[in-house]
């Protein structure tokens, strides 16, 4: 049988910062929370927040999913604003489209690992995951014209608390044979990596991956460096 390996989270520091997030004169949100990009703001600031409809749900990077975030006119509709993305899109590339078309901050729908989501230049761009209950009365008050606007403070490391937990994106439970699953567990939340190419200035581009795939690849590669090294060793062993 094959075996399955879930994502940990193997950072002692991870990247927080204070938000407030406000719906008028309402507290949504007021608390450190973990940055989900790699970076941070290097000092406070307060943008209002915008949430992207279910329609620009497209899939990032596919036809249209750049072009939808800008109006007849030309104008970005994101640019200088924190940016809610819909349901469904909190991927790296959903992300670097909306920093690429303006964003001052993207925000998800629910829980980030600090550092798991980021771009490939080290852009001072918070970007936050928001419980599901906040997110949804974010689009509430939007939805009835009540302004919101989000408050972050400086970025800091500060002891992970998450610190070689199963990340919250890492599925577990059993399987059809009543096993449990995963079997093994390594790795997976915002690892340094090296992208292909070059940046627009010539520089090395630089990444924050996260997720199994990543976890098991780094387990396939100790168990092949195992091999190498003790190639007595068979399945069993």
């Given at each position: 049988?094959?075996?399955?390996?879930?994502?940990?989270?193997?950072?002692?520091?991870?990247?927080?910062?204070?938000?407030?997030?406000?719906?008028?004169?309402?507290?949504?949100?007021?608390?450190?929370?973990?940055?989900?990009?790699?970076?941070?703001?290097?000092?406070?600031?307060?943008?209002?927040?915008?949430?992207?409809?279910?329609?620009?749900?497209?899939?990032?990077?596919?036809?249209?999913?750049?072009?939808?975030?800008?109006?007849?006119?030309?104008?970005?509709?994101?640019?200088?604003?924190?940016?809610?993305?819909?349901?469904?899109?909190?991927?790296?590339?959903?992300?670097?489209?909306?920093?690429?078309?303006?964003?001052?901050?993207?925000?998800?729908?629910?829980?980030?690992?600090?550092?798991?989501?980021g771009i490939d230049e080290p852009v001072e761009i918070p970007i936050l995951g928001l419980a599901r209950d906040v997110a949804t009365s974010v689009r509430s008050a939007l939805?009835?014209?009540?302004?919101?606007?989000?408050?972050?403070?400086?970025?800091?490391?500060?002891?992970?608390?998450?610190?070689?937990?199963?990340?919250?994106?890492?599925?577990?439970?059993?399987?059809?044979?009543?096993?449990?699953?995963?079997?093994?567990?390594?790795?997976?939340?915002?690892?340094?990596?090296?992208?292909?190419?070059r940046s627009e200035g010539g520089a090395a581009r630089y990444g924050a991956i996260s997720g199994t795939s990543a976890s098991a690849a780094l387990v396939a590669g100790a168990?092949?460096?195992?091999?190498?090294?003790?190639?007595?060793?068979?399945?069993?062993?």
């Amino acid at each position: 049988a094959a075996l399955t390996v879930g994502a940990s989270d193997s950072r002692r520091h991870s990247p927080t910062v204070h938000v407030l997030l406000r719906a008028g004169l309402a507290v949504l949100l007021d608390g450190e929370q973990p940055l989900g990009g790699a970076v941070g703001p290097p000092g406070s600031a307060t943008f209002p927040v915008v949430a992207l409809p279910r329609a620009a749900a497209v899939v990032a990077g596919g036809p249209g999913s750049f072009s939808r975030l800008f109006a007849g006119d030309g104008f970005s509709t994101v640019a200088g604003v924190a940016t809610l993305l819909a349901n469904g899109t909190s991927s790296p590339e959903a992300v670097r489209e909306v920093v690429t078309a303006g964003a001052r901050a993207v925000l998800v729908d629910g829980p980030l690992p600090a550092g798991s989501l980021g771009i490939d230049e080290p852009v001072e761009i918070p970007i936050l995951g928001l419980a599901r209950d906040v997110a949804t009365s974010v689009r509430s008050a939007l939805a009835r014209g009540i302004p919101v606007t989000l408050s972050v403070g400086a970025a800091a490391f500060e002891d992970n608390p998450d610190a070689a937990a199963i990340a919250p994106f890492s599925s577990e439970g059993l399987a059809l044979d009543g096993g449990v699953k995963p079997e093994l567990a390594a790795a997976g939340v915002g690892l340094a990596t090296s992208d292909p190419g070059r940046s627009e200035g010539g520089a090395a581009r630089y990444g924050a991956i996260s997720g199994t795939s990543a976890s098991a690849a780094l387990v396939a590669g100790a168990a092949a460096t195992l091999a190498q090294a003790r190639p007595d060793l068979d399945a069993a062993a």
